[in-house]
């Protein structure tokens, strides 16, 4: 017989997601600890990282720790891994999901502002990869996930900075696919649509919110949270293994139009 459900427990599995204290990160890790995986969240501030992290492992009885750490930071990412190895006996699965977005026209953003949207979306993917791997192709396998975005395929006017950084994530995820598929480590990405997290919170009730953003979806309405954990928990098992480069788009619909 088929395995069927059973290629979606992640029993045994430890998992670090950045970005992990709120909004999506924190809903996915959420969910790869349902799916039974021990998991380090991951945020630039320690005590919201270890309030997150006791959240979950209270709800879903799993191991669950905290972490602080700029994922811009390579020597903050070295020794990220380092305690998460040391923490969690290894890393099966990374979930690079830290993020910023700053918005504006581009003759009204200043290079900084450009700048630092790149060390944080692009490089540090980059870093927390890097970081991983060698661990990994000691283990013989593991799993990334990056979250890029539907702003990474398609266009949005005043998002210069991260659209650049997203479309950067998707070729850097499609690359490094190629280069560890032969090493049993699925690389992949995640792109979400207009999910309502705190980073959106200031544009929800906006003209180009309402018309630009939700009215463009399908469903005519933000994601909700919980709707990112089933693209998480695939990506993440057995499941996914034939996944590889891959680009999944969970944005209700925004991108079929």
């Given at each position: 017989?088929?395995?069927?459900?059973?290629?979606?427990?992640?029993s045994?599995k430890?998992?670090?997601?950045?970005?992990?204290?709120?909004?999506?990160?924190?809903?996915?890790a959420?969910?790869?600890?349902?799916a039974?995986a021990?998991?380090?969240?991951?945020?630039?501030?320690?005590?919201?990282?270890d309030?997150?992290?006791?959240?979950?492992?209270?709800e879903?009885?799993?191991?669950a720790?905290?972490?602080?750490?700029?994922?811009?930071d390579?020597?903050?990412?070295?020794?990220?891994?380092a305690e998460?190895?040391?923490?969690?006996?290894?890393?099966?699965?990374?979930?690079?999901?830290?993020?910023i977005?700053?918005?504006?026209?581009?003759?009204?953003l200043?290079?900084?502002?450009?700048?630092r949207?790149?060390?944080i979306?692009?490089?540090?993917?980059?870093?927390?990869?890097?970081?991983?791997v060698?661990?990994?192709?000691?283990?013989?396998?593991?799993?990334?996930?990056?979250?890029?975005?539907?702003?990474?395929?398609?266009?949005?006017?005043?998002?210069?900075?991260?659209?650049?950084?997203?479309?950067a994530?998707?070729?850097?995820?499609?690359a490094?696919?190629?280069?560890?598929?032969?090493?049993?480590?699925?690389?992949?990405?995640i792109?979400?649509?207009?999910?309502l997290?705190?980073?959106?919170?200031?544009?929800?009730?906006?003209?180009?919110?309402?018309?630009?953003?939700?009215?463009?979806?399908?469903?005519?309405r933000?994601?909700?949270?919980?709707?990112?954990?089933?693209a998480?928990?695939?990506?993440?098992?057995?499941?996914?293994?034939?996944?590889?480069?891959s680009?999944l788009?969970v944005?209700?619909?925004?991108?079929?139009?």
């Amino acid at each position: 017989m088929l395995p069927g459900i059973q290629q979606f427990d992640l029993s045994g599995k430890s998992a670090v997601v950045t970005g992990g204290s709120k909004g999506l990160g924190l809903a996915m890790a959420a969910g790869l600890a349902s799916a039974g995986a021990d998991v380090m969240l991951v945020s630039r501030h320690a005590e919201e990282a270890d309030a997150a992290a006791k959240s979950v492992a209270e709800e879903f009885g799993r191991r669950a720790i905290g972490y602080a750490a700029d994922v811009a930071d390579a020597d903050a990412v070295t020794a990220m891994v380092a305690e998460a190895n040391a923490q969690l006996g290894k890393i099966d699965i990374l979930i690079n999901n830290a993020g910023i977005n700053i918005r504006g026209p581009i003759d009204e953003l200043t290079y900084e502002e450009f700048r630092r949207v790149q060390a944080i979306n692009v490089d540090g993917v980059w870093l927390c990869c890097r970081a991983v791997v060698p661990q990994m192709k000691q283990a013989g396998g593991g799993r990334i996930i990056n979250l890029c975005s539907t702003l990474g395929l398609v266009g949005l006017a005043n998002r210069t900075p991260y659209a650049s950084s997203k479309g950067a994530v998707a070729q850097m995820t499609r690359a490094l696919a190629l280069e560890l598929a032969p090493l049993n480590i699925n690389v992949n990405a995640i792109c979400p649509g207009p999910f309502l997290t705190e980073m959106n919170v200031p544009i929800a009730e906006t003209e180009e919110g309402k018309r630009f953003i939700v009215g463009a979806t399908a469903l005519e309405r933000w994601g909700r949270l919980e709707e990112i954990q089933g693209a998480a928990i695939f990506l993440a098992s057995d499941a996914a293994s034939y996944m590889v480069g891959s680009m999944l788009v969970v944005d209700g619909g925004w991108t079929a139009r």
